[in-house]
């Protein structure tokens, strides 16, 4: 399931969950810049 979108060079890039789960706590805010591999929310798996 895709959980956000992050764009890159003008590109929209959606972001998928790499397993079930409740979002807890998101870690970036919109519209700030995010680095390769950086954790952007907490995930409750299921």
Do not use: H, W
């Not at 003008?10 to 919109?30: D, H, P, R």
């Amino acid at each position: 399931q895709t959980v956000c979108i992050i764009e890159a060079m003008k590109l929209m890039n959606e972001i998928e969950a790499e397993f079930s789960g409740q979002v807890m706590e998101v870690l970036v805010e919109n519209g700030e810049p995010v680095e390769y591999g950086q954790p952007l929310m907490r995930i409750n798996p299921d």
